[in-house]
């Protein structure tokens, strides 16, 4: 490639492993950055498999595929995907409670206030129907049913809010042609040494078995768990969360489907952690994530087995981990994408955003060889912080609750939590107010979907809600949950449009 431009461009770029993260990567940068931009090379072995647990998304992924131009129908059938309208949580405030954490917002605000502020309201005055009823995606997920966003105006029909399920093994061999389309060339391979550059410690080369030799400008470590350039070259040392998330094992196992699939992930307490339940079109993924020092390996597969919807259709298979994230996710040349960065139980379907969030990022911080070090720092605060705020709003939902069945829910009820989540639970507890620090991910809405849902209440509601008198407020409650069956009634099921638009062969 004949060299143009910037004479100190990124000419070459190396994405270690394949997987979900490593296509994700590779097919967004060739997009982006296009083919005369660099040479593209991601290299994976056939030998080494992926974790590929992580079925199950949350809806910036839409942003992702249509940055691709990914045709969504299209994309549903070769990852013989469904659609996800939310998250449902069973038994994690107390056993027997049942709610849902969707994706949209509940109700409207009013006259420049939080809707939650008048729902709080109407609880004081003896309104009791549950706060799924002012969502549409919680209704609609609870009744088996799905459409798109049409145009109709300000009714919640023009805003659906979706992600989707599928098989994530399936979704890296979608994007696999097209980044190879873009000008991404695959190497088969395993690496067995990586070269520093003695001048810097920056890495210069890494050489695979057949003893061939590639060489790059940037590498985006895709390696899993190992980390094998951010970590076992580059030693960047790894912030250990068990503390506060003690899960550190999953099994996984798919199984065979048992009625049309739902459109919302379920997550349901366990003894020790808790079970995923995943529908995909052609089977259902399950896993129990939980934590070894309070249950056996043994133990936690018979539970799961015990509990799936159909039969077994693999042994379970077992997955360590340990909740934390690297001290550096970008060091030197080498940027860390995926378990390479980090993990955090996939309790919100974190997984795969956090590959998108991080791509993203280092697209709007793209270097050049000099590597500025305050656009480097500038990358490790700001992933570094969104790591912290999703841990926090994940330690939510095993602290906000009144288990005391097992060891496992007493530690985790009673254990000293983060600073930040502290701070939540006390600006909420007053009031009900729940602010959203600098873009996190999660919104008000999804703060207290679960404080509501595992019964934790504030003394009072907002006093700003009183803009609306007693009789208003009511009214306009109803008239809210009036809309929401409206629209929920106008949907098809699920399942039959799946049939329609998006079911695989």
Sequence with gaps: MTPVGHPNRIRSIVIVGGGTAGWMAASALAKVLGPD???????????????????????????????????????????????KLGVEFVDWGRPGDRYIHPFGRYGIDMEG???HAFYLKGLGLGEKTPLS??????????????????????????????????????????????????????????????????????????????????AADLFIDCSGFRGLLIEQALKTGYDEWSNWLPCDRALAVPCESAGPPTPYTRSTARAAGWQWRIPLQHRIGNGYVYCSSHISDEA????????????????????????????????????????????????????????QSGIAKLLSMFPDRSFDPVEIERYNRVIGEEFVRIRDFLVL????????????????????IPDGLREKYDIYRTRGRIF????????????FAVMAGQ??????YDPVADVLNDAETLKRLSSIRQVIDTCVGQMPTHEAFLADRARSA
């Design 37 to 83: 931009y660099a040479d593209f090379t991601l290299i994976e072995s056939d030998e080494i498999g992926i974790v590929g647990v992580g079925e199950a998304t949350i809806p910036q992924i839409r942003l992702f595929n249509e940055l691709l131009g990914l045709d969504e129908d299209a994309f549903i059938k070769a990852t013989k995907g469904t659609f």
């Design 113 to 115: 206030v939080s809707f």
């Design 133 to 214: 009823a002012y969502s549409l995606e919680a209704s609609a997920a609870r009744d088996g049913r799905f459409m798109r966003s049409i145009n109709a105006g300000k009714s919640p029909l023009s805003n659906i809010r979706y992600a989707f399920h599928f098989d994530a093994s399936l979704y890296a061999a979608h994007l696999r042609p097209l980044a190879t389309a873009w000008g991404v060339t695959r190497q088969e391979g395993k690496i067995v040494d990586v070269a520093l550059r003695k001048a810097d410690g920056f890495v210069e080369s890494v050489t695979l078995e057949d003893g061939s030799c590639i």
């Design 300 to 355: 936690a597969a018979e539970t799961l087995l015990a509990n799936l919807d159909g039969k077994p259709l693999a042994d379970p298979r077992i997955v360590r981990f340990v909740t934390g994230r690297r001290r550096r996710f970008w060091s030197r040349n080498v940027v860390a994408l995926g378990l390479a960065s980090g993990f955090m139980e996939p309790l919100e379907s974190t997984s795969i955003h956090m590959v």
């Design 397 to 416: 939902h095993y602290n906000a609750t009144t288990r005391d069945d097992s060891e496992f829910w007493n530690y985790v009820r009673t254990m000293p």
């Design 436 to 447: 959203r620090e600098n873009d996190e991910l999660f919104s008000d809405t999804s703060w």
């Design 455 to 460: 019964n934790v209440w504030p003394q009072s």
